[in-house]
C-alpha cells in the first residue's frame, strides 16, 4: 500500500516537471518572437525613411550656336600628274643627274645615254648637206644662165632636202637620248645604274607632281543638290593631326554609282611644303558658304539605344518638407551633325536647357543628383587633346 502511494507520488512529480520545462520553453519562444518582431519592424520604419543619396555628375547648358553646313568623307589623296620615265630608244647609260626623292624642275636632265655614234653620223651628215646645198646653189646660178636641165635642178633640191632631213633625223636621235622633267615634281627610286644598256620602253624612274594635290571621295547623292564647282573644302589626316589644308572642289563626277547611290568627288589643295603624299588616307569635309544656327551638346550626355537617343535634363524640384532639390529628368532627343566633343540637337530640347554632360549612365528617371562642374572637361568642336 506505501509502495503504491509513493509511485503516484513520483510519477505527480515527473508531470510537474514536464508542465514547467513546457511553460519555460513557451516563454522563450515569445520573447525570441518578440525580439525578432521589433526588430523587423524597426527595419520596416528603417526602409520607409530611407532617401538614396544623390549622385554626383557634371551639367552643361543647350548651346545655340552658329555651325557652317559641310558633308564629311574619307578620301585618298592622288597625284595631278605622275609618270613613268623612260628611254625612247635604247643606249648606254652615260651620265645619272639625280637622286632617288630628289624635286626636279621641268627641262631638268636626268639621264643622258651614250651618243658617240649618233655624234659622228651626225657630223658626216652635215658635211653631206653642205655639199648638197651648194650643189644646189650652183645648179641654180647654171639654169639661170640656160646651162644646164630643168633635171638637173630638180635633182640637186632633191638632194639638198634629204641631206637636211638626215640631219634633223640624227638631232632628233640624240635628243631622245636625253631624257629631261617633263614637269616639276618628285622623282621616285632611281631604277638604272651608271654603265647599265637600257632596252626601249626601259622604266628609269616615276615622276610625280606634289604641288598641288587631288583628294578624291565619295558622297551621297543627295548631296547633288548643294554642291557646286568652287565650293570650299578642307583636309586633315592622321598623319599631322595639328594641321589642316584649304582647298576647292574642282570635279563632280557626272555620274553616280549604281550600286552605292554615291558620286566620286575631286578636291584641290595646295601642298607647297610637300607634306601630302599620293596615296594616304585623308578626312576631307565640304564645306557650304551658309551657316545654320543649331542647338549643341556634349557628346558625352547621350545616352545611345536602340529605341531612340535620352538626355538627362536637371530640374530644381521641392522635397515634401520643402527642401529644394536637383532631379534629373529623361528626355529623348534627336541628333544631327557631330563635330568634335559635340552633337546638334535637332529636336527635343531647348536652348538654355541644363542638362547632365557626364555621370547620366547611372542614373534614372526622377534621380536626385548634385552637380560637381569643378571636374567637368570642356566640350570643344576642334579637342586637341594633349599626351602625356
Not at 156 to 165: E, G, I, L, V
Not at 180 to 201: K, W, Y
Not at 279 to 300: A, D
Not at 327 to 333: G, R, S
Amino acid at each position: 500500500m506505501a509502495a503504491s502511494s509513493q509511485q503516484r507520488v513520483t510519477r505527480v512529480s515527473k508531470r510537474r516537471m514536464w508542465i514547467f520545462a513546457i511553460l519555460a520553453l513557451l516563454v522563450v519562444v515569445v520573447i525570441l518572437a518578440g525580439i525578432k518582431a521589433g526588430q523587423i519592424g524597426k527595419m520596416i520604419n528603417a526602409g520607409k525613411s530611407f532617401a538614396i543619396p544623390p549622385e554626383s555628375v557634371t551639367s552643361a547648358k543647350v548651346e545655340a550656336v552658329e555651325w557652317q553646313a559641310s558633308r564629311s568623307a574619307v578620301g585618298t589623296l592622288i597625284a595631278v600628274r605622275t609618270v613613268t620615265l623612260a628611254s625612247e630608244v635604247a643606249g648606254l647609260v652615260r651620265d645619272i643627274r639625280f637622286d632617288s626623292g630628289m624635286f626636279v624642275r621641268t627641262g631638268d636632265v636626268l639621264v643622258k645615254l651614250d651618243t658617240s655614234t649618233e655624234e659622228g653620223q651626225l657630223a658626216a651628215a652635215k658635211a653631206d648637206a653642205d655639199l648638197a646645198r651648194a650643189s644646189l646653189q650652183r645648179q641654180r646660178t647654171l639654169r639661170q644662165a640656160q646651162a644646164s636641165s630643168p633635171a638637173d635642178l630638180d635633182a640637186a633640191d632633191a638632194k639638198a632636202k634629204q641631206a637636211a632631213a638626215n640631219v634633223v633625223t640624227l638631232q632628233a636621235n640624240i635628243a631622245k637620248k636625253t631624257i629631261r622633267a617633263p614637269f616639276d615634281g618628285r622623282v621616285s627610286i632611281r631604277q638604272v645604274e651608271l654603265g647599265q644598256v637600257l632596252a626601249s620602253g626601259t622604266a628609269i624612274a616615276t615622276l610625280t607632281a606634289v604641288d598641288p594635290v587631288h583628294a578624291e571621295f565619295w558622297l551621297p547623292q543627295q548631296a547633288l543638290a548643294e554642291l557646286r564647282l568652287g565650293m570650299q573644302a578642307r583636309l586633315r589626316t592622321d598623319v599631322f593631326p595639328k594641321a589642316t589644308w584649304d582647298g576647292s572642289v574642282t570635279m563632280i563626277n557626272p555620274e553616280v554609282d549604281v550600286n552605292t547611290r554615291n558620286v566620286r568627288i575631286r578636291a584641290t589643295f595646295p601642298n607647297q611644303d610637300g607634306r601630302l603624299r599620293p596615296g594616304m588616307f585623308v578626312n576631307v569635309e565640304v564645306l557650304s558658304p551658309e551657316k545654320r544656327t543649331v542647338q549643341v551638346i556634349p557628346s558625352t550626355a547621350v545616352l545611345y539605344a536602340p529605341y531612340g537617343d535620352s538626355v538627362f535634363a536637371v530640374e530644381e524640384k521641392k522635397d515634401p518638407a520643402g527642401n529644394a532639390g536637383l532631379i534629373a529628368h529623361q528626355k529623348f532627343v534627336r541628333l544631327g551633325e557631330r563635330r568634335g566633343d559635340l552633337v546638334a540637337v535637332v529636336s527635343g530640347l531647348n536652348a538654355g536647357e541644363t542638362i547632365v554632360s557626364s555621370g547620366a549612365f547611372k542614373l534614372r528617371n526622377g534621380a536626385a543628383v548634385v552637380v560637381r562642374n569643378d571636374l567637368a572637361p570642356k566640350a570643344e568642336v576642334s579637342p586637341t587633346p594633349v599626351d602625356r
